[in-house]
């Protein structure tokens, strides 16, 4: 008996939890309950299954980028940064579908040397370049602006693609990069694209509807270790991108000219020769992707339904799992990068 008493005074403790467990246990096991439950799950089930549906309609649907090719005396789209890689993707489809493209770039014999490429593929396309150092700060976008006023046309699409680390060794501690490589990476990636969008926005005002492309990046979204500069300079372009939106809806020009920002992740290009099973793609399949994305009503979207699956998996990922992958990937590239300048010395 009084091992008894023992027990419940030491136990007695948890006689009301368990009281409140069996009542719930109860009202879960009613048919009100049961019916409650059911269809709470048949609406969440719903719901999962129409984001899924509509997630595979954003990569199927038809594109409307014919809507901006609309001007009597040829549409014209800029291309920064159009000499490799992306950016040519850009100029290449963008041609392939009707546009005359003003090709950008800050080396004249790479840009001279497209141009005839495009011009043979694309007979019935004007083509022409500007030459323009987007890493200067001596306003390098004057340049672009200067031609485009020049164009036997009018401007309809602007496609913000110039940028990169831009600086060697791409990889490399904040404290280890001079100034004068900072201040290339800031005005590659932000002040030139910023500065060019200011221009150019009267005439995309003029011509509508008009469309302006951003190229940002997924380093925007984690914490890139010896890539601060360039990270930092993506996730400005976002924030950019999306102030410019609303700014064109309270000036009531938002049906006018769209502005999106295009989230791309590893992509084959003459700076990037990481390659990841799956998710790399190269700049042709990335461009077609980002040109059907246009009027969705998305500001921020991934071009490409590979890198949005990519980043549905990372997202999957315990933060602290996925910052011990990430540091483990960039230490590697790092390493290999040194050994690669070591070797070339």
Request: charged share 25%; with cysteine; net charge positive.
């Amino acid at each position: 008996m009084d091992n008894r008493e023992e027990l419940y005074k030491r136990f007695r403790i948890f006689a009301v939890p368990i009281y409140y467990l069996q009542r719930i246990y109860g009202l879960w096991r009613s048919e009100t309950a049961q019916l409650t439950t059911a269809v709470v799950g048949t609406i969440v089930i719903g719901l999962a299954a129409y984001r899924f549906a509509l997630f595979i309609w954003t990569f199927i649907r038809p594109s409307t980028l014919q809507r901006y090719c609309h001007v009597e005396t040829g549409s014209w789209a800029v291309v920064t940064g159009a000499t490799d890689g992306i950016g040519r993707a850009w100029a290449d489809e963008l041609a392939a579908r009707g546009f005359n493209v003003l090709l950008h770039g800050r080396n004249p014999e790479k840009l001279d040397r497209v141009k005839k490429e495009l011009a043979a593929k694309y007979p019935r396309r004007t083509l022409d370049t500007v030459v323009a150092d987007a890493s200067r700060a001596d306003h390098p976008e004057q340049a672009v602006m200067d031609k485009v006023t020049q164009l036997p046309g009018k401007l309809v699409i602007l496609v913000n693609n110039v940028g990169g680390a831009v600086v060697s060794p791409t990889y490399q501690t904040h404290a280890a990069m001079t100034p004068s490589s900072i201040d290339t990476v800031l005005n590659t990636n932000a002040r030139f694209p910023v500065q060019l969008t200011s221009l150019l926005l009267p005439i995309l005002k003029e011509n509508k509807p008009s469309l302006i492309l951003n190229c940002g990046s997924a380093t925007a979204n984690f914490g890139i270790p010896y890539l601060a500069a360039y990270s930092g300079t993506k996730a400005f372009i976002e924030g950019f991108t999306r102030s410019l939106d609303a700014e064109l809806e309270a000036e009531f020009l938002h049906k006018d000219i769209e502005v999106k920002c295009i989230t791309i992740n590893n992509t084959r290009s003459a700076g990037n020769k990481t390659e990841m099973p799956v998710f790399t793609i190269d700049g042709g399949e990335l461009v077609r992707g980002s040109l059907g994305k246009v009027r969705d009503g998305e500001v921020i979207e991934f071009g490409h339904w590979r890198h949005a699956l990519q980043a549905f998996v990372v997202g999957l990922l315990p933060g602290p799992v996925l910052r011990g992958y990430l540091l483990d990937q960039m230490r590697e590239r790092k390493a290999v990068e040194e050994d690669e300048t070591a070797k070339s010395r």
